[in-house]
């Protein structure tokens, strides 16, 4: 999503606004669309050079970022975690249980794209033949697409083919990584890629579904709740989930083992960043807050913090890397833990893949339920209305990580 300009009489703190600053100053050497297609290629040279741009711009600014973060620690509410009402700490821990079987399909993934060891360039790497080759017309793939949705999702043709009927643009990517139109129920459902879309591959079904399930979501709730928000706790819940039944139709699909294995290395990167690098930014806000409340930190503490914390989370030494540390929401003193919203409402959408996988075919009547019962962004409500006890507890959480076990142990 671009980043909004601020208004000047808008009430942004001081440190944010720096931020802001800071990131518009951030120059690539190529332009940034370019760059991430590269990270994608099949050749590990384009890849190292591609990570190499775009991390070079934001480590050459690397103890700017430090010193802002610093500042952005000491102005978050340390008793936040009470008022929020959920301590990420046992979800980080049982998210934690599934990071050395992400490790180990890190290095599987990491042979089969053609480097020697896993190395942060290769997190975007296609796998070669997951879905790479037979590409179609836009049409053709919608028309497939519906089909996928049809199997799981009652409705899912219908709504594929109302929204191709007239509603669908897809346009270049204009920023530098590959994000979400902002739907609008009823409105032109904008899809950012960073394919040209001239031709549409099996693979990039998955990603389609996820744009289309954000408009479906945003349809519904609009019916249901009229006027009401999305949820940030639930944004990407429904578009995770409809891309979920495309990878799993996908999956099924496939017609060996090995086409099953690359497909599921290939579905990785999703992984990777929601279950290694959201709990690692989360940790590392954690271990901020609580440092900087002893009047700890500075911008060496919080170089030191960073290394430790993504180098536990991704196994892999997190030197030079700058980059990921690039998330606004790290920065924005009003809103400490933020990511843990996105990491709640991920996990839901695990939940609904397996509930559709586990309990078959999903009514209209199952998926308006479904939908009604996100209106909130309230994660503990959610929890009672699907007939659980909360507060949650750490088999609850292990449940809804099933899907990611099945699909890489
Ligand atoms: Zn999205």
Redesign the pocket.
């Known amino acids: 999503m671009a980043e909004p300009a601020i208004r000047e009489d808008e009430n942004v703190p001081d440190v944010y606004r720096d931020y802001l600053e800071l990131c518009r100053g951030i120059k690539y050497a190529e332009p940034a669309g370019g760059l991430f297609d590269g990270l994608r290629s099949e050749d590990p040279a384009r890849r190292s050079r591609s990570w190499e741009l775009l991390c070079g711009a934001w480590n050459r600014r690397g103890p700017e970022f430090a010193a802002l973060l610093a500042r952005a620690s000491a102005a978050k509410d340390p008793d936040i975690q009470a008022r929020f009402g959920l301590d990420p700490a046992p979800l980080l821990e049982v998210v934690g249980e599934t990071k050395p079987l992400l490790h180990r399909a890190l290095k599987r993934k990491a042979a089969r794209v053609g480097a020697g060891d896993f190395r942060f360039c290769d997190i975007w790497a296609r796998v070669p033949n997951a879905g790479n080759s037979g590409a179609v017309p836009l049409a053709a793939a919608l028309g497939a697409l519906g089909d996928m949705l049809e199997k799981r999702i009652e409705g899912g043709k219908a709504f594929v083919d109302g929204v191709a009927a007239g509603r669908l643009h897809l346009e270049e990517q204009a920023v530098d990584c590959p994000?979400?139109g902002v739907p609008a129920p009823g409105g032109p459902v904008h899809v950012y890629m960073p394919l040209r879309f001239k031709e549409v591959r099996p693979c990039d079904l998955p990603g389609l579904a996820?744009?289309l399930?954000?408009v479906m979501h945003c349809d519904l709730l609009d019916e249901l709740a009229p006027g009401e928000p999305i949820s940030t706790v639930f944004?990407?819940t429904f578009?995770?989930f409809l891309e979920g039944l495309a990878w799993l139709e996908l999956r099924d699909g496939a017609g060996s083992s090995g086409a099953r294995e690359d497909l599921a290395l290939d579905k990785l990167t999703e992984e990777t960043l929601d279950l290694l690098l959201f709990p690692a930014m989360l940790e590392f806000e954690g271990r901020m807050i609580a440092a900087s409340g002893k009047g700890a930190a500075g911008p060496e503490a919080v170089e030191k913090t960073y290394l430790e914390t993504f180098g536990k989370w991704f196994g892999a030494s997190p030197a030079g890397t700058w980059f990921w540390m690039r998330g606004k929401t790290l920065y924005d003193p009003r809103w400490p833990f933020r990511d843990l919203t996105y990491l709640l409402g991920r996990l839901v959408s695990l939940e609904l893949v397996q509930r559709v996988r586990t309990g078959g075919k999903m009514s209209r009547e199952q998926y308006r339920r479904a939908v009604s019962d996100t209106v909130r962004s309230d994660f503990a409500g959610y929890w009672r209305k699907q007939g659980r006890g909360s507060p949650i507890r750490p088999e609850d959480w292990r449940e809804m990580l099933a899907p990611v076990r099945e699909m890489f142990g």
């Open positions: 994000h979400c996820h744009e399930g954000h944004l990407e578009s995770q």
